[in-house]
């Protein structure tokens, strides 16, 4: 007898986005394409890698949609595999983390049965030994109050690496900005998303692996997050919050070399940022502050 039937997941075309990590993307591909239910389509976009990336992309796998970029766009390079799918949802992944087998399935299935639910984010599970990433902890305590029209836990913010996404709420927003590159840069999405009357969910039952790659700049992304949190405090947060994350996060920075070097990148982009400046309601404010309270608790 042959082996369980392969079910597409219509509802859902995976987003792969990778910058020169050519042996990690291949993997992801490899198994977002080998599972028992693989999505509609697999769109790889390449921020501009140097390693043969886009050569061994359309070699290996020929029926991957492969979007090469002519720049390194960081976090926005997403936004150009997403105007791509023909589906209702994007499954993000980054070039290190694939969707457990089922989970694409039944994370379209949850947007399907929850009309106003913009995001779902997974449990991320880390390395062969599938440990919980520390990111999901302050997701499934999530102070946000319970919405019968919300799937597991209400939050205000998601994991771009392991997250199903409303693609028309997601383009709604302008996607991903360019300017925040990488780091952080999912907090302005869900900002926007929650002005505009969605919600996201961390939804445990769904899961996705991580393997994490050992190409990484971690002493740039300290840097980068410093900056980018005072950019989406001052892009959308009102006065009184936007002021108060700045002041935490000058303190938090101050004794690291490297994000006080974020510090001063984020000073350099004030004028943009108050001139695009455009403010939550009181209400997402409010949840927003709920939010921080939380971590901080967490925190002491």
């Not at 440990?131 to 109050?145: G, I, K, N």
């Not at 920075?253 to 108050?274: H, K, N, Q, S, Y």
């Amino acid at each position: 007898m042959g082996g369980p039937a392969r079910v597409t997941v219509g509802q859902a075309t995976a987003v792969v986005l990778t910058r020169n990590r050519r042996a990690e993307v291949l993997r992801t591909v490899a198994r977002l394409c080998e599972r028992p239910d693989p999505p509609a389509a697999v769109i790889v976009v390449d921020n501009a890698s140097t390693d043969d990336t886009a050569a061994a992309i359309r070699t290996t796998f020929p029926d991957v949609v492969l979007v090469r970029l002519a720049r390194n766009e960081g976090a926005a390079g997403r936004n150009a595999g997403i105007r791509l799918a023909a589906t209702p949802y994007v499954a993000l992944c980054d070039d290190d983390t694939w969707w457990a087998d089922g989970s694409l399935a039944a994370a379209a299935a949850v947007l399907d049965a929850h009309p106003r639910l913009a995001v779902v984010t997974a449990r991320v599970l880390v390395g062969p030994e599938a440990r919980e990433d520390p990111a999901c902890a302050p997701m499934a305590t999530s102070p946000l109050p319970a919405d019968p029209a919300v799937p597991g836990r209400p939050i205000l913010g998601f994991l771009a690496g392991a997250s199903m996404v409303r693609v028309d709420a997601f383009l709604a927003t302008g996607g991903f900005e360019r300017r925040l590159f990488l780091g952080g840069e999912e907090q302005l999405v869900a900002l926007d998303l929650a002005s505009s009357g969605w919600t996201m969910a961390y939804v445990p039952h769904l899961a996705v692996h991580h393997h994490p790659s050992p190409a990484r700049d971690a002493r740039a992304r300290r840097r980068l997050l410093v900056r980018n949190a005072i950019w989406c405090a001052m892009l959308r947060r009102r006065w009184p919050g936007a002021l108060g994350t700045t002041l935490r996060v000058v303190a938090e920075a101050w004794p690291d070399r490297e994000r006080r070097r974020g510090l001063l990148d984020a000073v350099g982009g004030l004028p943009w940022t108050l001139r695009e400046r455009r403010p939550v309601s009181p209400a997402v404010e409010r949840a927003v502050r709920l939010v921080e309270r939380a971590a901080r608790r967490s925190a002491a």
